[in-house]
């Protein structure tokens, strides 16, 4: 009988020294010294799979939405209500994944959401009108904006406790390196073979990225593997000192006010980023600024979102979960009382760094906020019904603004909501000063 191979804390059987999960691969590269812990593969994996959300994210839709309406006849309401309804729908479908990852582990459910994907991208390569492309667009909207960033999410909390909020950072990237890479690719593609073959172009590549990383590198939890979580020499405590039982039937946690306490001033970032940016030509030329201020704006965002999800892990690990959300709640207050006051390009320079500062903290705080709260076990549950209520905070975010705007053919009272809720958000979330006993 072979003996089994022993690195470190790494013991696997029989596998292979060019698989990439080969202790002696990842030991080879230290110079046969303790190796690699390989949670870092999986944040390279993670970095990926957000990555590929990108054809599903606002960002990507916005390149294709022009040819959309031109080559379909649908005018820009009916796209926006299908925006809406399928963003709405695939909710849904969050809450059922992640019921999926804690019964069949991330690997299993990978396989079928690279299927989706290029189901999902083959359907807006086809569809010809309402019906067609609201259920492409629903599972598009399910896969990319859901589905590929919770299973990264949850896989890397998964194989971190320690550095949780480093490696989530650094896997949250990918959605910013998408955003920036994804429309230009996008933009070159439709002028050359058209939208509906850059949807199943795209989408091809991706599902095959997906099966070949699932295949060759993810391994659902570091006990898989012999490891414990980061590369600790021991089991790491599964539940901090914050966390409580909860309820573990089909719905438990919509029960609990933890749960509440915890979801709704998450929704809050993307609620009013989502209005903000649905409407931000219409808001910055009722102020008196261009669209190519506008345009601007959105690269200024995407900087300052970039530069604030490299730092949400430092500062989780260093001030906590409470204080990170108090801050990117901040940030958000600060947005929305420089978009009521907005009237330069300078003053719209510093909504889009506040914005895009507060959006890159919320990306890397949520993703944190599940496990730090309730730990690794169920986390699919728990973090999946979370995504549902965000993905429904957004889907609704448009249609307040749009509803004040036509009541009051002016954007200031849709601004003052948005003002209102981030301030509302800030104030709960802030920390009680707790009374000494007698």
């Not at 999902?120 to 609201?134: D, K, N, P, R």
């Not at 898989?224 to 020499?233: E, I, K, Q, S």
């Not at 705080?365 to 979370?386: C, E, F, K, M």
């Not at 009272?413 to 007698?438: E, F, Q, W």
Request: hydrophobic residues 55%; contains cysteine.
């Amino acid at each position: 009988m072979e003996p089994d191979i022993l690195v470190g804390t790494w013991n696997l059987k029989h596998t292979s020294a060019w698989h990439p999960a080969s202790p002696a691969l990842w030991a080879a590269m230290r110079g046969g010294q303790r190796p690699i812990f390989y949670g870092y593969a999986i944040v390279a994996a993670a970095f990926v799979l957000t990555l590929a959300s990108g054809p599903g994210q606002s960002f990507a839709f916005s390149v294709f939405q022009p040819e959309i309406l031109k080559d379909t006849g649908l005018s820009a309401t009916s796209f926006s209500l299908i925006y809406a309804l399928g963003s709405g729908f695939s909710a849904f479908l969050i809450f059922i994944l992640g019921r999926c990852l804690d019964r069949f582990g991330a690997r299993a459910s990978l396989v079928v959401i690279a299927i989706l994907l290029f189901v999902a991208s083959l359907g807006m390569a086809l569809a010809t009108g309402f019906l067609s492309l609201l259920l492409a667009l629903a599972l598009l909207r399910a896969i990319g904006q859901g589905c590929l960033p919770t299973t990264a999410s949850v896989l890397t909390s998964q194989w971190f406790v320690t550095r949780r909020g480093f490696a989530l950072s650094l896997g949250t990237m990918g959605v910013v390196t998408a955003n920036a890479i994804l429309p230009p690719i996008a933009h070159h593609l439709i002028g050359s073979i058209g939208w509906r073959a850059t949807y199943l172009w795209i989408g091809g590549v991706l599902s095959i990225a997906i099966l070949l990383l699932t295949w060759l590198v993810i391994r659902n939890r570091p006990e898989d593997l012999g490891l414990h979580p980061d590369g600790a020499a021991e089991a790491l405590p599964e539940l901090n000192e914050e966390s409580a039982p909860r309820d573990r039937s089909k719905f438990g946690v919509w029960k609990t006010g933890r749960f509440w306490a915890l979801v709704l001033p998450l929704c809050v970032p993307p609620f009013v980023a989502t209005a903000a940016m649905f409407h931000q030509v219409s808001l910055f030329e009722a102020q008196g600024l261009s669209a190519r201020d506008s345009a601007y704006a959105f690269s200024y965002l995407a900087l300052a979102a970039a530069c604030s999800t490299l730092t949400a892990g430092w500062l989780l690990d260093k001030i906590g979960v409470r204080n990170t959300t108090i801050l990117m709640l901040l940030f958000l207050v600060g947005a929305a009382a420089l978009l009521a006051a907005m009237n330069s390009p300078a003053l719209a320079l510093l909504y889009s760094l506040c914005l895009g500062s507060s959006l890159g903290l919320w990306a890397v705080t949520n993703s944190i906020t599940w496990p730090h709260y309730y730990g690794r076990d169920g986390l699919g549950a728990v973090q999946g019904s979370a995504t549902t209520i965000l993905l429904i905070a957004s889907a609704i975010a448009p249609l307040p603004i749009a509803y004040l705007h036509a009541a009051f053919h002016s954007h200031r009272a849709g601004i003052g909501v948005l003002l209102a809720v981030a301030v509302l958000a800030a104030g709960i979330t802030a920390p009680r000063r707790r009374k000494k006993p007698a």
